[in-house]
């Protein structure tokens, strides 16, 4: 088996055992990227040279008898909203290019300090707005599942690069659904945690109530291992707790899921018309499975959340991107156009410098903020928000965990919604709540859709804040029926998938 195939859980202890170096294990995924790069355009940048350097540095460690950390040698890749000091972080937008960050994200730094060794930065949607990483500035990400269709977004980079076998972990963020849908699209796990589980700071702000770091991975044991690493406290990001977090690798061991209730929301059965009939049976193959060991499966209700998550989101979401990209002006950072007024340097340099998705976002912000439509707007949607918050708490009474579909449909293909933004952001129907109730959640993929080229096919499974360990205790529990998360074959991305 080529290394590049490995588990990080398993590149760690093939590393630490000597069996192989970790500068063996980078050369590996960096030919892997090499490799498939042109088909799929999963990167922004690569950072070869300084993952080299920092796998002969691991190299040395384990030759001294030294312990480099839970994540030894193992190669990560950054979406490129996240700051790696000397490393251009554009956040796929025109007015950031050739901004490098002069420090590390928090992420970066626990990253750095367990052993893993950066393989590069990966493509995604302008500023993390989008659902399918073709709102990219610099070019559309293709799924390595089938390279016609969408991999997902905003995350969308981070994902194909770990169903691709470009490095066994990522980071996404998360704002709407951004880690689970492209996870769901891409066949991977990817887990949103609660909010303020991982901090933010070094992290380009989309939607500062909403956003959260997250990890991407092809096994339940790498998604713990990762989330165990990133998951610390930091005194400079004031929204990240200071709670103790427990080691999550430590809840993989539960044998079955005796006496514990998974719900079914009441109000999907409504949706069924909008709902693709594969996704239907993906999701009702997976209850069977938490049926059959041993789960309670019962019925909630959250009309609130997913009537009116939606168009909460897009008020709130907006109004808040609003506000953070007002720093980007053309003069702190990147992009700058010369004119002869500040005023004109301003609007000429925001406008050549955003996209037209961002643009739309911003124009809806300070639209909500506006005065004489705050209330009606930015108020009421705040105020929605917190009937979902009580709404999710009033089922959590009723059940542990709750099953909804990742996406509504499979994924798309490139360019078929581009001009349509509604039925672009319909795509995260049944991630978005989860954010505004500040929930954490978990994407696994549940099946394959049928035909001649069949797609992954996500399930959601949602829990209480801070229950983490619950998700990936129930995760375990299903991998060892549907299997560990298959990386994409060559032939599949560029001939469509040829599985079950």
Request: proline share 6%.
């Amino acid at each position: 088996m080529e290394l590049f195939a490995l588990s990080a859980a398993e590149m760690v202890r093939g590393i630490k055992a000597k069996d192989f170096s970790a500068s063996e294990v980078f050369a590996s995924c960096i030919s892997r990227i090499e490799d498939l790069e042109p088909e799929l355009s999963a990167m922004l940048a690569l950072t070869a040279d300084r993952g080299r350097e920092e796998a002969a540095r691991i190299d040395g460690m384990i030759a001294r008898r030294m312990d480099p950390g839970p994540l030894a040698g193992v190669p990560v890749v950054l979406k490129d909203n996240m700051c790696l000091r000397g490393v251009p972080a554009t956040c796929a937008s025109r007015i950031l290019e050739g901004w490098i960050p002069p420090y590390d994200a928090r992420v970066a730094e626990l990253l750095a300090g367990a052993g893993a060794v950066f393989a590069g930065k990966a493509n995604m949607d302008e500023f993390a707005m989008g659902s399918s990483t073709e709102f990219s500035a610099f070019h559309p990400t293709s799924n390595p599942w089938d390279t016609g269709r969408v991999p997902g977004g905003s995350s969308g980079g981070s994902a194909a690069a770990v169903a691709a076998g470009y490095a066994p972990l990522a980071l996404g963020s998360d704002t709407g659904g951004s880690i689970r849908q492209p996870a769901s699209y891409c066949g991977i796990y990817g887990l949103k945690p609660t909010y303020g589980l991982v901090s933010r700071w070094g992290l380009v702000a989309f939607a500062s109530s909403l956003d959260q770091i997250g990890p991407f991975a092809r096994t339940v044991e790498d998604l713990a291992l990762l989330l165990s690493v990133i998951a610390a406290p930091d005194a400079r990001d004031g929204t990240c707790s200071r709670r103790e977090r427990p080691d999550y690798t430590a809840h993989l061991a539960a044998v079955s899921l005796r006496g514990k209730r998974i719900a079914v929301v009441k109000e999907l059965d409504a949706m069924q018309s909008s709902v693709d009939p594969e996704v239907r049976r993906v999701l009702e193959n997976t209850l069977n499975l938490c049926r059959e060991e041993g789960a309670e499966i019962v019925e909630v209700s959250l009309p609130v959340s997913l009537e009116f998550g939606l168009p909460c989101y897009y008020i709130l979401a907006p109004a808040e991107a609003g506000s953070n990209l007002a720093r980007f002006d053309g003069v702190r950072y990147g992009l700058s156009c010369r004119e002869d007024t500040l005023l004109d340097l301003y609007l000429t340099t925001r406008g050549a410098g955003f996209g037209t998705e961002v643009k739309r976002r911003i124009l809806t912000g300070t639209y909500v903020l506006s005065s004489g439509y705050y209330d009606a707007y930015y108020l009421t949607a705040q105020k929605v928000r917190s009937l979902m918050k009580a709404e999710f708490r009033k089922a959590f009474e009723e059940c542990d965990l709750i099953a909804l579909p990742t996406a509504p449909a499979p994924p798309f293909k490139k360019g078929e919604l581009v001009d349509d933004p509604i039925r672009m952001y319909l795509a995260d129907v049944f991630t978005l709540p989860v954010n505004l109730a500040e929930l954490p959640a978990l994407s696994l993929n549940g099946g394959f859709t049928g035909g001649e080229k069949p797609l992954p096919v996500g399930v959601q499974f949602i829990a209480p804040q801070w229950g983490e360990p619950e998700l990936l205790n129930a995760a375990a529990v299903l991998e060892r029926h549907l299997g560990k998360a298959r990386m994409a074959p060559r032939s599949a991305a560029t001939e469509g998938g040829n599985v079950r």
